[in-house]
């Protein structure tokens, strides 16, 4: 059974850090995608980072590119979101989500961040993690 487990979120400051982690078991992560979604109080859902763990091609949405670091950890089925430069507007509930039918690992090197736009191409997603930027 997959399970993906998000821990890390926690209230901060603007302009301050934070690094969430993301623990998959009942699938090895060599083969496939994995990223964060997330889903800010009163809006729909977006796509925040992805990385191709074969290989650690990542995408991220132009909100959040250059503040914010993907990495992967094979070994361990772990998944990173460096977060850094943080702003109100990055508030909302992280999610881990999860690829293994190779849809999103596939598309990643044709359409590239595109690929965030399509909840559907992760079709295994965890329970979230609730972060807050505010002073």
């Known amino acids: 059974q997959v399970q993906l487990v998000e821990s890390g979120g926690d209230l901060v400051q603007p302009g301050g850090s934070l690094r969430l982690s993301c623990a998959a078991s009942?699938?090895?992560?060599?083969?496939?995608?994995i990223g964060w979604f997330r889903q800010a109080p009163g809006k729909e859902r977006e796509g925040v980072s992805c990385?191709?763990?074969?290989?650690?091609?990542?995408v991220y949405s132009d909100s959040v590119k250059g503040r914010f670091t993907i990495s992967r950890d094979n070994a361990k089925n772990m998944v990173y979101l460096q977060m850094n430069s943080l702003k109100p507007e990055d508030t909302a509930v992280y999610y881990c989500?999860?690829?293994?039918?190779?849809?999103?690992?596939?598309?990643?090197?044709?359409?590239?961040?595109?690929?965030?736009?399509?909840?559907?191409?992760?079709?295994?997603w965890g329970q979230g993690t609730q972060v807050i930027v505010s002073s």
């Open positions: 009942g699938f090895s992560l060599d083969t496939s995608a």
């Open positions: 989500v999860l690829d293994t039918r190779a849809l999103a690992s596939q598309s990643m090197a044709i359409i590239g961040a595109e690929i965030l736009l399509d909840e559907g191409l992760f079709n295994y």
């Open positions: 990385i191709r763990t074969s290989d650690g091609l990542a």
